[in-house]
């Protein structure tokens, strides 16, 4: 767990500088990933509106580690509300009552499993900010402007620099092949346009959105 | 394992779905949504809305009057003393909480159960559910009496050097009924993250730059890559399994407060999934309301359509029918226990000096509903939104006959009374649903009312196989082939061509 928490930490300094390029729809995005995945590259993302069915899969991304951090939140929050209520009846401020016990765990359970909740609930989204790197002021693809979409209905696919495959015309190319709209590369100047064969993108004709795109059926 | 493109045949649940009604109508296009729900966020603001925000500001005002009224003088000006020493104040955090637990049954536990319906209305239910926590939390804690001690309750060091009473059921409800509020704003805003981040896309597409700002600072640099998206969905399922027993336990402490106690009339082992049932009705009830209003006023009768109210409707079936049945056992367990108080209790329930309140909550919660088994009424706009009014007024005073009739006649009869509210006690009431609203018009104004990126995946377009081979109808088809999906140049191309010429 720990290696994949390291591996998760390296894979994300300077993992935004690539290519961009927009697909149609998620149907055409999954197949874009398969395809390059397939030609070898390995450190790709997508970018959607929401999340897509079977796109996990289809990067090859196995399961959240976050169920892990959440036991280990979870099991702190019931150590806690145990400890809290036996320490507090038992050992800081004991009262003897009809020679009853000082601590009895039957009543102790709302508070413990109250704050099992609290803790887990907290480390729950505490857990997925820090896996995600979130918050995250600061991304080089909000230089593009196509970007903007991909919280509204554009389905982007990015391939980092840094991918052993990685040229920046073949792999434009590469995109183009699998049916991308338009590719872009990203650094920390600015969003690039790329075009068909190396050539500049904005000598490229925008291909006509395919009758679907929009999104109706 | 078969590959993504290869399509499941109809074991696959969520591919399913899609022969099924359309879960949103019109026919929209993911743009569509997004437009349809955040120019409500984004235009001038209306009229009508200032209108009903200067009301609603005039019921908080109330509100404010009435605690300034009531901490100067002492909870001595409501109209509650021995024997009734809980009336309205419990009777109004009671009901608050319950109507907050539809908003947390909608975005969790139904969640769960993979009821992809609830998408449209579950950000206005959880919205609905904040607020609602707010309004409970403060009967209690100015019914303590001197409030500028009301941290004692918590397990704070303070100056007495003592520690709350962890055996008390008052103490659990402190903690579960905060932690529950926790937990529902954290889940909330969880569920917000990826509609924060639309609107500020949309606002630095056109220039607004202070918005793009503010909407950027919350959106926490939101841009839907797929590695969050992963993690951000485990965090929102854990988050769910979480809230699904929380809920349930906070109303069955809200019940222990009474249940626990030996008063007849609440000493009751069916209290717990009794009071949970109730504030399941009452909720859902609250949530028709709210909605049958937000969709006319905001256009959104595609995204909200009839057949969500008809869901609710039959929740709202169910779970009042399982109170009503609750009401009647509590009435054949007094006579089967052979305890003389209890049997005095429940008598004195129905036929004693408030049986106008009892009648009001049997007509309202377990009569009324019951018009729901027909679908005519069942999906007509008129009846389901009088329905719900009508059941909220039933729940409100459910709360209020099991806390007034059970206190006001006492083991000793000498010390027997009739409780009557007085003006700082309706002032409370009146003032809690001014801030309610209140907040709730903000929540309109400024925050998108539908979960934008959860009602796009349950569009069909969503599906990623919904582009292989027939439109919508896959079954058969897709073996990773498409002909449909035009290439770059609108030429028809297959996803595997490049696989095999590399």
Known sequence: MLNALRSEMAARADQHVGLLAEFSDPGALLHAVEALRKRGYSRLDTFSPFPIHGMDRAMGLGPSLLGYLVFGGGATGALLGFLLQWWTSHVDYPINISNKPLFAWEPSIPIIFELTVLFSALTAVGGMLALNGLPKPYNPLFFSDRFARATDDGFFLHVQGRDPHFDRDTTADDLFAEGALAVEYVDHEGAHPVGRNGGEGASTPEPAAPPHTTGKI | MATPTTLAPATDGVYKTLEDDPLVRGNLSFHDVTEMVAVHTEKRTPAAWLFWFAVALGGLSILGLSIAYLVWNGVGVWGLNVPVGWAFDITNFV????????????????????????????????????????????????????????????????????WPQFKSPLLWDVFAVSIYGTVSLIFWYVGLIPDLGTLRDRAAQVGRTTRAKIMGFFSLGWTGSNRHWRHYERAYL??????????????????????????????????????????????????????????????????????????????????????????????????????????????????????????????????????????????????????????????????????????????????????????????????????????????????PMVAIAEVKGVLPQADPHFYDGHHGDGAGEGEGFSLHRPGPSGVPYRADEGDDKR
């Open chain 2, 238 to 447: 854990i988050l769910a399994a979480l809230s699904t027993p929380l809920v349930l336990s906070v109303h069955s402490v809200v019940s222990f407060d009474f249940a626990v106690s030996i008063v007849p009339g609440w000493h009751t082992t069916i209290f717990p999934p009794y009071f949970v049932a109730g504030a399941i009705f009452s909720g859902f009830a609250m949530v028709m309301t709210l909605m049958i209003v937000a969709r006319r006023v905001y256009g959104l009768e595609n995204l909200i359509t009839v057949d969500h109210l008809e869901k609710m409707n039959i929740v709202i079936l169910v779970t009042g029918t399982i109170v009503g049945f609750a009401y009647i056992t509590e009435f054949f367990i007094a006579w089967y226990s052979g305890v003389i108080y209890e049997q005095f209790a429940f008598r004195n329930r129905a036929f004693g000096p408030y049986a106008w309140a009892y009648w009001i909550m049997m007509t309202c919660n377990l009569i009324s509903p019951q018009v729901f088994w027909v679908k005519r009424f069942r999906r007509s706009i008129r009846i389901s939104f009088i329905l719900s009014i009508v059941v909220n007024i039933g729940m409100w005073f459910e709360r209020f006959v099991i806390i007034v009739t059970s206190l006001h006649r006492d083991y000793l009869p000498s010390s027997w009374d009739y409780f009557v509210p007085t003006i700082w006690d309706f002032g409370m009431l009146i003032g809690s649903f001014g801030l309610f609203f209140t907040l709730f018009l903000l929540f309109l104004r400024f925050i």
């Open chain 2, 95 to 162: 009901f608050w909480v319950g109507i907050g637990h539809a908003g947390t049954l909608i975005s969790a536990i139904l969640f769960l159960f993979r009821q992809r319906w609830r998408t449209s209305i579950n950000r206005a239910a959880e919205a609905m559910t904040l607020f609602a926590v707010a309004c409970a939390l403060i009967f209690p804690t100015f019914h303590v009496g001197r409030v500028w001690v009301v941290y004692w309750m918590l397990p704070i060091p303070n100056q007495m050097n003592m």
